[in-house]
């Protein structure tokens, strides 16, 4: 399907072509503490399906547990998390979920990383909430 997006205050804007059923969560500490949430979302597709606005993202190596690096790349004015690859910025990427404008028709289908998840993932349904703030 083909999706677009952009940063939080727009300097970065993307269109891109994803599979659907290639949405996933990852529950790793990494993806917590570079988001400040229980979990990451994001949705792989090839490099060469992604379309970049000429603005230039700035890049961050993470480098994993099992010594492996990924470059995260985010908009270098607001910091809002945009893409993930491996190290060969070629290989395919991720698109993070939250700057897709399409993202309530990208459900995840899978989850890894499970064993940091937060305990209280499934209590969140139960919380007093608001619709608004
Ligand atoms: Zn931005
Ligand atoms: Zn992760």
Redesign the pocket.
């Known amino acids: 399907m083909e999706v677009n997006g952009?940063?939080?205050?727009?300097?970065?804007s993307f269109a891109a072509m994803v599979d659907p059923s290639r949405v996933s969560i990852c529950h790793c500490s990494d993806c917590q503490a570079l988001t400040g949430s229980p979990f990451r979302v994001t949705v792989l597709t090839a490099r060469d399906n992604i379309r970049l606005s000429s603005a230039a993202l700035k890049m961050y190596v993470k480098v994993g547990d099992s010594g492996g690096k990924r470059r995260q790349y985010f908009?270098?004015?607001?910091?809002?998390p945009m893409f993930t690859s491996g190290d060969d910025e070629t290989s395919e990427w991720g698109i993070r979920w939250g700057c897709i404008r399409q993202r309530a028709d990208l459900k995840p289908m899978r989850q890894i990383w499970r064993r940091s998840a937060v305990s209280w993932l499934g209590e969140v349904d139960q919380l007093p909430s608001r619709a608004t703030d």
Do not use: N
């Open positions: 952009q940063c939080h205050c727009g300097q970065i908009c270098p004015e607001c910091g809002t």
